[in-house]
């Protein structure tokens, strides 16, 4: 929600536009910046009183294109683009150029919002199935003769030291 009202917007710009009144007077009055004053004058300007009457808008990527050209071609700033336009801020339009200098017409495709839906797992069967690289026989036959030496070395080892146990206890009883 707006932290100003429209009727508050409009006596600002009434104000300004009267004449009698700076930006930076009106905006210490109503507790406002400066600039955001400015803002309301210009879309005052440009758009009327609808243009402060807002709604949720996406934008297509083909109208962002539309906007920051129109503001390469004529030189005009964000603030005075985003007046033209109607986009509720110029850090939208400063926003799209920054996008379309760093990733091209793809970043500048809208965006859903929200939070992603939680997708349902299906219990295929098919698609569980592990993905394996293909194994040959003789390379299994291979790790399982490795793993058989592996055990019987250990089995060996767990021998000799029982053994050495042993003899440890015979020869503290001597």
Do not use: C
Request: charged residues 30%; hydrophobic residues 35%; proline residues 3%.
């Amino acid at each position: 929600m707006s932290k100003y009202t429209v009727e508050v917007k409009l006596q600002a710009v009434e104000r300004y536009l009267s004449g009698k009144e700076s930006y930076k007077t009106i905006a210490e009055s109503i507790g406002a910046a400066k600039s955001l004053v400015i803002t309301w004058v210009k879309l005052f300007e440009a758009q009327g009183e609808k243009g402060f009457k807002k709604g949720y808008t996406s934008y297509s990527s083909e109208f962002k294109l539309d906007v920051l050209n129109f503001m390469n071609e004529t030189g005009a700033s964000p603030r005075e683009t985003a007046s033209t336009f109607n986009i509720t801020s110029p850090s939208t339009v400063y926003q799209w150029e920054q996008l379309l200098k760093t990733g091209g017409l793809d970043a500048l495709e809208p965006k859903k919002k929200g939070r992603p839906s939680m997708k349902k797992e299906t219990k295929n069967i098919e698609s569980q199935k592990p993905i394996q690289a293909e194994v040959s026989v003789e390379a299994l036959q291979a790790k399982i003769k490795h793993l058989e030496m592996e055990n019987a070395y250990l089995k060996k080892l767990n021998t000799l030291v029982q053994l050495q146990e042993k003899l440890q206890i015979k020869s503290k009883r001597k």
